[in-house]
């Protein structure tokens, strides 16, 4: 048992890595949508490949979703409104003729028998009005030509002219009285019925609508039907409008078919295959290609959270709706893969995430083309992402690249530029800017997976940060020197690829340990007096030792990324403090080594070994006397060769031909610090 939790601790980095593939597997194959895949590949304009294919079984054609909207249109345009009769307000309007019309007309001015001829002038404008009907003003003027008018339970189609509005009762007023000789009780009249009269006709939404959607619910999805064993298409034949909409609904009827109980488990287990042998190989290039990475779990987290991410969203869209494929900004993945680590990575993540996609897209070889086209762009385009110019000049390469190949395929399929989805345009647009959400995204993934980009580096890089600030006050001479050693590592990291600005940022910090005791380090004594006359050689080089170990402490509690802590550990790798080392030597008494060794551990990559070197040239020149070109050569050799022989850069990805070059630059810019000029014969 003791054996078995060896083990499975030693092996539980990889151990993760299986769970980590697995759960991957099991997420990305749940994602994808529950059909099986149509066996046959074929698009508009293009000759089919395959031979004769003849009808499987009986189905039918189903109509496009254009040709779907075309009819639900027409169904819309050409709808009938039912408008309800009022019978009441009719009986409220003669009610209220009755009691208004004595205070109108009242005895004292008019006789009994010119009452009665205005009352029946009055009662025949009421019955001429309510007889069509009274609409509001604006129901009238939003009424179509023909309308369905309830009344007495029957409904009647008539034209919407013959119902009145409240601005056409005055003409009916002016007329029946013209007519009868009665003009001069024009105005009367119109101001009575101005109170009176009211609209009896109403639009009925609910049955106007009830009757629109039974309308649209009779619209069919199919239009004809193949029979079993009729030919569908020729080999050779170009797949044309009609039959590349007969091929699509052959499509959908069998992958809906396939779907079956118990072809479930058979679909099921062959996406499964698929999708592990795509992040196999995301693996095994990990492994071979990029073994920091593989060995460190927290990024190869982050790598298979964006590939499920990426997969999660695109499902999600195309099961809502399939047009809007093109609004997922996947070159994200190869924009922040780069950003983190290369470009080499980025590209081959972005190309492995399209190919599972290509089983959930429509039209799979134009969106795997597409995709792919504008995933090296990205790579190609995207650098120094911290200037903020460069992502907008990126994102739109990488739209013009959607939209251009877009036109290609539809003058591919379409044979010209008619009938061009310009929402289409609109998507791509929309996906340009959503690709520009990848900065404040860069920070998230930092601050969640302790990762560091080039937009952090900038930051840290200000000499004015709070922490440079006070190193400066407390120890400006070694704020001094690491300026310095920032120079001369950024040149050698620039001269040999490898990364500047991390390089630059850890020799800024690499010395913050120093600020707990400045005056114990040479570069910050004023005086001549040496604290270190008072001391052992030993409480001198624990004094010195302990710089690296502070040093780690204040950046953590200033929160400096662990990429830039590494430079901090390993600066002086494992070498020792030689100088109180020869001290104590010298005294005659017991020398233990460790006491005077720094703990490691040794550089790992090429930025810390180029600080090493740098840090060590640097504070050593300080000892020259009268320098020359021959003497500061021989120096940096000097030094450089003690390291390499204390074996400081074996675990160190640089070459021998990378260390030379390394030595050349930084002879070069310590000629350029001392200001020498060449010796010119008297």
Same mark, same amino acid.
């Given at each position: 048992?003791?054996?078995f ?5 030693k092996n539980q980095?990889?151990?993760?890595k299986?769970? *980590?593939?697995?759960v +991957?597997?099991?997420l ?5 949508p ?8 074929f698009?508009k304009g293009k ?15 189903k109509k496009t979703?254009?040709?779907l909207?075309?009819?639900r249109q ?5 709808r009938?409104d ?11 309007a003669?009610k209220? @003729?009755?009691?208004?019309? !004595?205070?109108?007309?009242p ?5 009994r028998g010119?009452?009665?001829s205005l009352?029946n ?9 309510y007889e069509?009907?009274l609409?509001?003003?604006?129901e009238?003027?939003q ?11 029957e409904a009647r189609?008539i /034209?919407s002219t013959?119902?009145?509005?409240l ?8 007329n029946?009285l ?6 001069s ?5 119109e ?10 006709v109403f639009?009925?939404r ?5 009757e629109?959607?039974d309308?649209l619910?009779?619209?069919s999805f ?14 050779g034949?170009?797949?044309?409008a009609e039959?590349h909409?007969?091929?699509n ?5 069998y ?5 079956a /109980?118990?072809?479930?488990y @058979? ?6 295959i698929?999708?592990? *042998?795509? !992040? ?8 071979k290609?990029r ?5 460190n779990?927290?990024?190869v987290?982050f790598? @298979? @959270? ?6 999660f969203v ?6 809502y709706?399939?047009s ?5 900004p ?5 924009l922040i893969?780069?950003?983190f680590f ?5 590209l081959?993540v ?9 089983f959930?897209?429509?039209n799979?070889?134009?969106y ?6 504008a995933g ?6 995207? +650098? ?5 110019a460069?992502?907008f ?5 990488i739209?013009?690249?959607?939209i ?13 530029l ?17 690709t520009?959400f990848?900065?404040?995204?860069i920070y ?14 900038l930051e840290l890089?200000d000499?004015? +940060?709070?922490?440079?600030?006070e190193?400066?006050?407390k /120890?400006p001479?070694t704020f001094h020197h690491s300026?310095?050693?920032?120079n001369?590592?950024?040149a ?5 690829g490898?990364?500047?600005m ?13 600020m707990?005791r400045?005056?114990?380090?040479t570069e910050?004594?004023v005086?001549s007096?040496n604290?270190?006359d008072?001391?052992?050689?030993k409480?001198?080089?624990k ?7 502070e040093?780690i ?13 590494d430079f901090?550990r390993?600066?002086?790798g ?10 104590q ?9 460790a006491?005077f ?14 600080l090493?070197m740098?840090d060590s040239?640097?504070?050593?020149s300080k ?10 050569s021989?120096?940096?050799d000097?030094i450089v060769a003690?390291?390499?022989? /204390?074996?400081?850069? *074996?675990?160190a990805n640089?070459?021998f031909?990378?260390?030379e070059?390394?030595?050349k630059?930084?002879?070069?810019k ?9 010796e010119?014969p008297?």
């Open positions: 048992m003791r054996k939790l060896d083990g499975l601790y980095s990889l151990i993760y299986y769970f *980590l593939y697995l +991957s597997i099991c990305i194959v749940f994602f994808f529950r059909g099986g895949q149509f066996k046959y590949e698009q000759p089919w490949q395959y031979d004769n294919l003849n009808a499987p079984f009986d189905f039918s054609i979703a254009a040709e909207e075309e009819e027409a169904i819309l345009n050409k009938t039912y408008y309800v009769y009022n019978d009441t307000v009719v009986e409220e003669y209220a @003729f009755d009691q208004q019309f !004595l205070n109108r007309f005895t004292e001015r008019f006789s010119q009452r009665r009352e002038a009055g009662k025949q404008i009421l019955e001429e009005i069509k009907g609409l509001r003003k604006n009238k003027e009424a179509r030509e023909w309308v369905y008018l309830l009344q007495d339970n189609r /034209a013959e119902l009145l509005s601005e056409e009762i005055n003409p009916i007023i002016r029946v013209g007519n009868r000789g009665q003009g009780s024009l105005s009367a009249f101001n009575l019925f101005a109170d009176i009269v009211r609209p009896n639009l009925d609910n049955l106007s609508q009830k629109q959607e309308e619910s009779q619209i199919t239009r004809g039907n193949i029979d079993e064993g009729q030919l569908i298409i020729a080999k034949e170009v797949v044309e039959n909409k007969i091929l609904s052959l499509k959908a009827e992958e809906s078919e396939l779907w /109980a118990n072809n479930f @058979f679909i099921l287990f062959g996406y499964t698929l999708v592990a *042998l795509v !992040l196999m190989m995301l693996l095994l290039f990990l492994k290609y073994k920091e990475i593989y060995r779990n927290t990024k987290t790598i @298979f @959270f964006n590939i499920l991410l990426m997969v695109t499902t999600l869209v195309v099961k709706n399939e809007y494929v093109f609004v997922v996947l070159c994200i993945l190869p893969l780069k950003t290369d470009a080499r990575l980025g081959f972005h190309v492995l995430t399209v190919l599972i996609l290509g959930v897209v429509p799979s070889f134009e795997i083309f597409l995709q792919i086209i090296i762009v990205t790579i190609l385009t995207i +650098s120094e992402l911290y200037k903020r460069n992502l000049i990126s994102v739109g390469q739209t013009l690249i959607y251009i190949g877009y036109l290609a395929f539809h003058i591919i399929h379409e044979g010209n008619e009938n061009i989805q310009w929402l289409v345009f609109g998507f791509f647009l929309l996906n340009g800017m959503i520009l990848a900065q404040p995204l998230i993934y930092e601050k969640i997976f302790g990762l560091v980009s080039d937009v952090s580096l890089s000499t004015n +940060s709070k922490l440079l600030k190193l400066s006050n /120890a001479g300026l310095q050693v920032a001369l590592a950024e050698a990291a620039n001269e040999i490898a990364n500047a991390l390089v630059r940022v850890g020799a800024l910090y690499h010395d913050i340990g120093k707990n400045p005056t114990y380090f910050n004594q005086t007096v604290p270190h008072e001391l052992s050689p409480d001198s080089a004094i010195i030792i302990d710089h690296v170990i040093g402490e204040i950046a953590r509690k200033n929160r400096l990324p662990d990429r830039v802590i901090i390993t600066h002086h494992t070498n020792l403090v030689f100088y109180f080392y020869k001290r030597q010298e005294r005659h008494e017991g020398v233990d080594e006491d060794r720094y703990p490691g551990p040794v550089p790992f990559s090429k930025e810390t070994a180029i090493m740098a040239v640097e504070a050593a000892s020259l006397k009268n320098p020359t070109f021959l003497m500061i021989e120096f940096v000097k003690g390291q390499m022989q /204390a074996n400081q850069f *074996l675990n640089i070459t031909k990378e260390i070059i390394i030595k630059i930084l002879k070069q310590l000629t350029n610090i001392y200001h020498l000029r060449v010119y008297e």
